[in-house]
C-alpha cells in the first residue's frame, strides 16, 4: 500500500542553507547582467563611432533595456523554483538533523519517512537502520546493567 504524505506547507525549511541559494542566485543575475553590459558596451565602442561613452549607454539602454527588465521581471519567478527545489533537500535534512538531535539525546525516535520526490530517500532507510541499532544497543545495556 502506498503512503501518501502531504506537501510541503513552508517554502523556506532551512533560512540559512535557502537563503544563501537565493542570495547567490540573485547574484549570478547580477554578475550576468554586468558581465553582458560590459561586452556589449565594448562591441558597440569597437565596432561603433567615436562617441561619449554617455552614448553608447544609452543606445545600450535603447536597444536591450527591454531585456534586462524582462530579466528582473523573472528573477522572482527563478527563485521561487529554486526555494522549491531546494526544499526537497532542505526539507530532509532539517527532518534528519531534529532526529538525530533527539537520538544523540538518548530520546526514542520514531522512523524517519521522506516524501516520493524529496531527494536522499535513501538516506532516511541508513538513519532508520542506525537508530533502530542503537535502540538494539542501549536495550541491551539496560539488560546487562540488570543483571549485575
Known sequence: ????????????????????????????????????????????????PIRPINAHLTELWALYGSAAVASLLLLPAVIFDLLRLSN????????????MHDLAQGKPVAAVRFRQSDFWREF?????????????????????????
Open 124 to 148: 532516511a532507510d541508513d538513519f532508520n537502520t542506525v537508530a533502530a541499532r542503537a535502540e538494539e544497543a542501549k536495550d541491551l545495556d539496560i539488560c546487562q546493567y540488570n543483571r549485575l
Open 1 to 48: 500500500m502506498a503512503v501518501k504524505y502531504e506537501l510541503r506547507k513552508r517554502l523556506f525549511i532551512d533560512y540559512r542553507v535557502q537563503g544563501a541559494l537565493a542570495v547567490r542566485v540573485v547574484l549570478y543575475w547580477l554578475m550576468c547582467l554586468l558581465a553582458i553590459t560590459l561586452v556589449l558596451l565594448g562591441w558597440g565602442m569597437v565596432t561603433g
Open 88 to 99: 526537497r533537500f532542505a526539507g530532509p535534512m532539517f527532518r534528519l538533523r531534529r532526529s
